[in-house]
């Protein structure tokens, strides 16, 4: 069992992860943000590979890749520095990003280096789920790697049932139809969604992401899932206090309010 399925089955409830984007707000920060999450309580974290492109993300992690770019964070700076933050937290890091970045470095080199550097897992949003069972769902399991894919309110039933059976680590529901950011409370047709997605047997954990960014929205998602993932709001406040005592102070108001 991959370390990303271990630590959920072990909490089973109230799982927290965060999102970052790797060489933001500065380039070398990736060890100390993931020290400062663990000591704050979270379960996962979550590292944004900065991308030219960031298909489903909203405004304020588009601006983050792009502050981590200019900061000049590359894939091999990234697994440098995640190989110093795994000799220091137990927590596992999972990689998020574009399947064109690892097509261009090399998918056996990608994953290779991943796990020399402690990756526990990755979630790739445009990575065909055919694609990586035919291709490479063995390289992932002989690496112990988890892979998480992502549903929303408009995927179909098949394709739900496929991604839950396809995610080692966790089936990742996107709570809206949406790209990341936004701020509101979640509607009664989310809550119809999570309810039908939960009764349709599947065995694969299931943390929500999109739209949650306070005590309030973590609570909620938490009764529907094992879980929530934060992201733009923890950007956010990584931009008014990167500190292991700011990282505290924001975990805490999404686990406690």
Known sequence: MNKVRAKIN?????????????????????????????????????????????????????KSSEVALKNGMNLKHLFDQVKQATASIEIPIILMGYYNQLIQFGMDRFLDMATTAGVSGLIIPDLPMFEYEAKFQKSFEDRNLGMSFLISPMTSDERILQAGRLSSGFLYMVSQSSITGKTQDISQEQHAYFDKVNNMGIESPRLIGFGIHNNETFETACKYSNGAIVGSSFIRALEKDASKAGIKTFVSSILNG
Do not use: C, W
């Open 10 to 62: 072990e909490k089973q409830q109230r799982v927290l992860n965060v999102y970052f984007t790797a060489g933001h707000p500065t380039l070398d920060s990736i060890p100390s943000i993931a020290e400062g999450l663990q000591e704050a309580g979270a379960d996962l974290i979550e590292l944004g590979m900065p991308y030219s492109d960031p298909l489903a993300d909203g405004l304020t992690i588009q």
